[in-house]
């Protein structure tokens, strides 16, 4: 059984920073593509991050810069390091993570990740 715990979330000014974290249990981080994905009020959950399993990130364009994503394989978690902080960043994070290992085709969709976290909120103010 796959389980995904998010945490990290809360109330940030814009500019300030957060760190996510994605526990993973019933696998190995370090075989899979994981990735994030957040879902803003009254709008479409949307491609955040990823990072393959051979370590390879990729990040949509309206983070690129200023999120890191990272894992650490020892822990079994996933990472999201999210700098200079906007408005527009606030969102319920999710984990998630492909039922096969190694790559993942189409990797921005959501419909091609079959686990999922709970979530964790993340609100910045202006």
């Known amino acids: 059984q796959v389980q995904l715990v998010e945490s990290g979330g809360g109330l940030v000014q814009a500019g300030g920073s957060l760190r996510l974290s994605c526990l993973a249990s019933?696998?190995?981080?370090?075989?899979?593509?994981m990735a994030w994905f957040r879902q803003a009020p009254g709008k479409e959950r949307e491609f955040v991050s990823v990072?393959?399993?051979?370590?390879?990130?990729h990040y949509a364009d309206s983070v690129k810069d200023r999120f890191t994503i990272s894992r650490d394989n020892a822990k079994n978690t996933l990472y999201l390091q999210m700098n200079s902080l906007k408005p527009d960043d606030t969102g319920v994070y999710y984990c998630?993570?492909?039922?096969?290992?190694?790559?993942?085709?189409?990797?921005?969709?959501?419909?091609?990740?079959?686990?999922w976290g709970q979530g964790t909120r993340v609100t910045v103010s202006s």
């Open positions: 990072i393959g399993w051979l370590g390879t990130p």
């Open positions: 019933g696998r190995t981080v370090s075989r899979y593509s």
């Open positions: 998630a993570a492909p039922k096969s290992e190694g790559g993942i085709t189409g990797f921005t969709d959501a419909y091609n990740y079959d686990y």
